[in-house]
């Protein structure tokens, strides 16, 4: 039965599936998609992916879903006690009868659509390396000019100036004056940076202005500026707002301050530290001369010690070579009477010797006797037996042979003929005989 057959008839009877089934239509008929504010409570996960809560303020709540295929786009994690504002429809769960929101799409509350192109632009360049460590400069220690790209009317210019004055009055500024809120702030604000970077007059740069809401400060986030930023050839300190305050420009930049007054005491020292680490380092050069001095003072002492009068020089050396001879006399003396001692003492011992002496050139003597009797006895040995062995070999002596009527005979190669077939018709012979040889 449709909705308008139950307001025809009013003594018609509906089942509950129908009554909300009509709801149902009704209510997706009447609301369109809208966005919903308020407090997630009662927040579940389950593990099909789909969430279900509760949006609630101080004076009501509704019961939400929010299927897989929706959720899966956020890139944030909502948690109890967020506050969110969803896009949803207006519909009712037949199963139960329980009216609830059908979201499709979340944001965090209080900012929102800002907050969201704040997140994208933050993703998409930190992606492309803008925010790295790497890329960033280090600030100059003493910057010869400082400038500032900022609203000449802004509250934080008379900040920034009054800082630098109270810590360096002695240092230069250049204010490049832009808009910093605004219709085409960002684009006047990059304009300025760009104009900063081509005049290099300045040594590092300060992007501030005073605190505010996002939309005030949304200047700072446009991606024009962060690109100006990243492009400026000048270190770049950003001191947008108050401490809690983020800007894109703040990742970009090579320092972020908390505030415009940190921003100016980043790039300008402080003359009070300065004068007290001047008069340190003073002082301890002062003591560093001091012990120089007194160390070259007390040198020269010691080489006015040691410096002598030519006369005096000669004097002193005489003196010495006299106790140098008289030292060798003595030791020449004493030299001589070790040695007349050590005469004296062998003496003793070659008298006191004596005895022993005579008895070994005794028995010297008689072995002397006994070795000439034994020698001559085992001469007159030796020369028998070489008689007899020669007797011996006399036989076998060739020449014996040959004086008995016998010849060698050779060939001209001096090779030994035995036997007559060793010999050619013609052949010429060497024969030798006891006396002389012939051919």
Not at 80 to 97: F, M, Q, W
Not at 291 to 306: G, H, N, P, T, V
Not at 330 to 349: C, I, K, M, T, Y
Not at 406 to 429: F, K, M, P, T
Request: glycine share 6%; charged share 30%.
């Amino acid at each position: 039965m449709s909705l308008a057959n139950l307001l025809a008839d009013p003594a018609a009877v509906v089942t509950v599936s129908q009554l909300n089934r009509s709801t149902r239509a009704l209510l997706e008929q009447t609301f369109p998609l809208l966005w919903v504010r308020g407090e997630i409570s009662n927040l579940r996960r389950y593990d099909s992916g789909h969430w279900y809560f509760v949006l609630k303020d101080a004076e009501a709540q509704v019961r939400c879903v929010m299927f897989r295929h929706r959720n899966a786009y956020l890139d944030w994690q909502p948690k109890d006690g967020a506050l969110v504002e969803v896009r949803a429809l207006v519909t009712l769960y037949e199963a139960r009868g329980d009216y609830q929101l059908n979201v499709e799409t979340m944001r965090r509350a209080g900012q929102g659509a800002l907050y969201e192109a704040f997140e994208r632009l933050k993703a998409r360049l930190e992606r492309e390396g803008l925010f790295d460590a790497a890329r960033k400069r280090p600030l100059p220690a003493f910057a010869r000019r400082v400038g500032i790209v900022t609203s000449p009317a802004a509250a934080a210019l008379r900040d920034v100036l009054t800082t630098l004055k109270r810590r360096m009055p002695s240092l230069p500024v250049v204010l490049y004056p832009t808009p910093v809120q605004g219709e085409g702030a960002a684009e006047k604000i990059a304009a300025a940076l760009a104009a900063a970077g081509a005049r290099a007059e300045c040594d590092v740069l300060i992007l501030c202005r005073g605190g505010g809401s996002i939309e005030d400060l949304w200047s700072f986030t446009e991606e024009v500026v962060a690109r100006a930023v990243a492009a400026s050839p000048l270190p770049v300190v950003v001191g947008v707002g108050h401490e809690t305050d983020f800007t894109i420009a703040d990742f970009v930049a090579d320092r972020r301050a908390p505030t415009p007054t940190a921003a100016a005491e980043m790039v300008s020292p402080d003359r009070r530290e300065l004068a007290a680490r001047l008069a340190a380092e003073r002082e301890r050069l002062g003591r560093s001369w001091l012990r120089a001095l007194e160390a070259r003072m007390q040198r020269r002492d010691f080489l006015s010690r040691r410096l002598v009068h030519p006369g005096r020089r000669v004097e002193l050396q005489r003196r010495r070579l006299d106790e140098i001879a008289r030292r060798l006399r003595g030791a020449e003396a004493r030299n001589l009477r070790v040695r007349g001692q050590r005469v004296q003492n062998a003496a003793a011992r070659l008298t006191a010797a004596r005895p022993a002496v005579g008895r070994l050139e005794e028995r010297a003597g008689a072995l002397g006797r006994r070795l000439a009797r034994g020698i001559a006895a085992r001469l007159t040995k030796a020369r028998d037996d070489t008689s007899r062995l020669a007797r011996h070999l006399e036989h076998l002596d060739p020449q014996r042979v040959l004086e008995r009527g016998y010849a060698i005979a050779r060939r001209v190669d001096g090779a030994v003929v035995r036997e007559s077939r060793q010999l050619a018709v013609n052949e010429e012979l060497h024969l030798a005989f006891a006396a002389g040889w012939a051919r």
